[in-house]
């Protein structure tokens, strides 16, 4: 079973407008960590945040916040006053100690914004 | 920052062809993970080694095969390559300390079964 899923294959979003982008995981782990990716079309992943189980603050970076919610198991992205630069797919992603530190993707959103 | 390097960049091969995959961790990680992910695929998790050692497998194929050297260089190689083998392979490293204090991913290797 898919321990991450993004039920948002694909978003367009028109430039200047606010998006957020959905991850719901699950694990049985108590100690486990949470990220988000931006994979650009030229391939890389592109490292945006890491938080791990037991910090549920949120946090805000430039036009990127994250709401990391425990009691729903979610740990969402929003960009605001997006920009062209921000198309890109994005993967949530979930670690965990238990299972080795392997990373468990979902299936990722795309994102592009229009201009 | 040194960075986790992955070699070849690009890399295309024939079928039933056999290609060796290179990752180089940032110095001091001790554990390097393998990643597949194909078209419009999110990666999916191969194999990790942790000090030179096979630590964690995914879903890797009986054709390919992993090393950690000495050196805690990693090598995937993989043969009689089939066109369903064409992805995006990424390695990761991490270090002693485990996820707290890092994890890296490559620029990925791309790899073409023609």
């Known amino acids: 079973a898919q321990k991450v899923t993004q039920a948002q294959t694909e978003i367009s979003v028109v430039e200047k407008e606010d998006v957020t982008l959905d991850c719901v995981y699950e694990?049985?782990?108590?100690?486990?960590?949470l990220f988000w990716y931006k994979q650009p079309p030229s391939g890389e992943l592109v490292f945006l945040i890491r938080r791990n189980s037991f910090d549920e603050q949120n946090e805000i970076s430039g036009r990127y916040s994250w709401n990391f919610q425990k009691s729903t198991s979610s740990f969402n992205f929003t960009i605001t006053a997006s920009q062209v630069v921000d198309s890109a797919v994005y993967f949530c992603a979930l670690s965990e100690t238990f299972t080795g530190n392997q990373f468990y993707f979902g299936t990722g959103t795309s994102l592009t914004v229009i201009p | 920052a040194a960075g986790v390097i992955q070699s070849p960049r690009h890399l295309i091969k024939e079928k039933r062809e056999t290609a060796t995959l290179k990752c180089y961790p940032i110095?001091?990680?001790?554990?390097v993970y393998w990643y597949q992910q194909g078209p419009g695929q999110d990666p999916q998790f191969l194999i990790s080694f942790y000090e030179k050692m096979q630590s964690d497998k995914g879903s890797i194929p009986d054709r390919f095969s992993a090393q950690q050297f000495s050196d805690y260089h990693s090598e995937l190689n993989m043969s009689s390559l089939e066109l369903g083998d064409s992805a995006l392979y990424f390695c990761a490293s991490s270090s002693p300390g485990g996820l707290k204090d890092g994890y890296t991913f490559g620029s990925g290797t791309r790899l073409t079964v023609v």
């Open positions: 110095p001091r990680h001790d554990t």
């Open positions: 694990t049985r782990d108590t100690t486990y960590y």
